[in-house]
Nanobody, 120 residues
Framework: QVHLVESGGGLVQPGGSLRLSCAAS????????MNWYRQAPGKEREPVAS????????NYADAVKGRFTISRDNAKNTVYLQMNSLKPKDTAVYYC?????????????WGQGTQVTVFS
């Protein structure tokens, strides 16, 4: 039974910080690249940040570059998203995603999401 459980969302004022966590179970976490996506009301889901399976490489959407940091602890089967200098436009449901791309047999798992609200 695969589970991805996000936590750490909440309400924060502009300029504030929040750290999201995603705890994984039911699969070999260290073999999967991990991603954070977000979806604002009335908008399509968009990628926010990604990290390779060993944690050696990261990528960020332009909208969050310099403000957000993705990291992972494979010993704890957990990926994190540190969010600083938050803006109202960051308000969204944030989703944790695990992906393993192999020829003919990709695997892709999603968490339930956690709400982040930035209010002024």
């Amino acid at each position: 039974q695969v589970h991805l459980v996000e936590s750490g969302g909440g309400l924060v004022q502009p300029g504030g910080s929040l750290r999201l966590s995603c705890a994984a179970s039911g699969f070999t976490f260290s073999m999967y690249d991990m991603n954070w996506y977000r979806q604002a009301p009335g908008k399509e889901r968009e990628p926010v940040a990604s990290i390779t399976s060993g944690g050696g490489s990261t990528n960020y959407a332009d909208a969050v570059k310099g403000r957000f940091t993705i990291s992972r602890d494979n010993a704890k089967n957990t990926v994190y998203l540190q969010m600083n200098s938050l803006k109202p436009k960051d308000t969204a449901v944030y989703y944790c995603n695990a992906v393993r791309r192999r020829s003919g047999r990709d695997r892709d798992y999603w968490g339930q999401g956690t709400q982040v609200t930035v209010f002024s």
